[in-house]
């Protein structure tokens, strides 16, 4: 198992401009997190599904960040306009369970100038 | 390949008890550890170390790191219900490697 991916690796993007993360679940997991680590804020959630369906989203900072998973195999994380502010290291990270053995990506490094 | 192992995966404990967390890794470039309490919200910021041997602690909870052995463990002693959560690992060498975390229940 590749473990879970996410791409791109890294993502420089000027202010305003769509950006879409992606990711992709370790197969048979039901559940997906969207993380985003910055300095200032350490480590936050900001969305999980289960079984495709956005459990909470109250972690998502604004109106801009959007996330969907349309199948089990995939999920996206959109911001849109992108701002300096969005520069972080986002992550994906799934498990079969609620709680128990997550498996996280490696990240995508977000730089927004 | 770097990775960060945890154990056990998962614990169930009643209050009262003392439980030890912990961590091994294997990453290049090593900077720091990192400890998480993840609840239902958002994940709690337990402890960052970066030197062995110095036990960092908050109230019942401590944590010590040994970068010779390459772990970690966290303690808590006098374990409450609501202790009960996912206790993440975090290694971060320039980018950040995430245990599989321990779940943590504690029953009345």
């Known amino acids: 198992d590749a473990g879970v991916i996410q791409s791109p690796r890294h993502e420089v993007t000027e202010m305003g401009q769509e950006v879409t993360l992606r990711c992709k679940p370790i197969s048979g997991h039901d559940y997906l997190f969207w993380y985003r680590q910055t300095m200032m804020r350490g480590l936050e959630l900001l969305i999980y599904?289960?079984?495709?369906?956005?459990?909470?989203d109250s972690g998502m900072p604004e109106d801009r960040f959007s996330a969907k998973m349309p199948n089990a195999s995939f999920s996206t994380l959109k911001i849109q306009p992108s701002e300096p502010r969005d520069s972080a290291v986002y992550f994906c990270?799934?498990?079969?369970?609620?709680?128990?053995?997550?498996?996280f990506g490696s990240g995508t490094r977000l730089t927004v100038v | 390949e770097d990775k960060v192992v945890q154990s056990p995966l998962s614990l169930v404990v009643h209050e009262g008890d003392t439980v030890t967390l912990n961590c091994s890794y294997e990453v290049t470039n090593f900077r720091s550890l990192l400890w998480y309490k993840q609840e239902k919200k958002a994940p709690t910021f337990l402890f960052m170390l970066t030197s062995s041997g110095i036990e960092k602690k908050s109230g019942r909870l401590s944590s010590i790191l040994d970068k010779k052995e390459l772990f970690s463990i966290l303690n808590i002693t006098a374990t409450q219900t609501g202790d009960s959560a996912v206790y993440l690992c975090?290694?971060?060498?320039?980018?950040?490697?995430f245990g599989a975390g321990t779940r943590l229940t504690v029953k009345p």
């Open positions: 990270a799934s498990s079969l369970v609620g709680g128990y053995g997550y498996t």
């Open positions: 975090a290694v971060d060498n320039n980018d950040m490697r």
């Open positions: 599904f289960n079984n495709n369906v956005p459990i909470d």
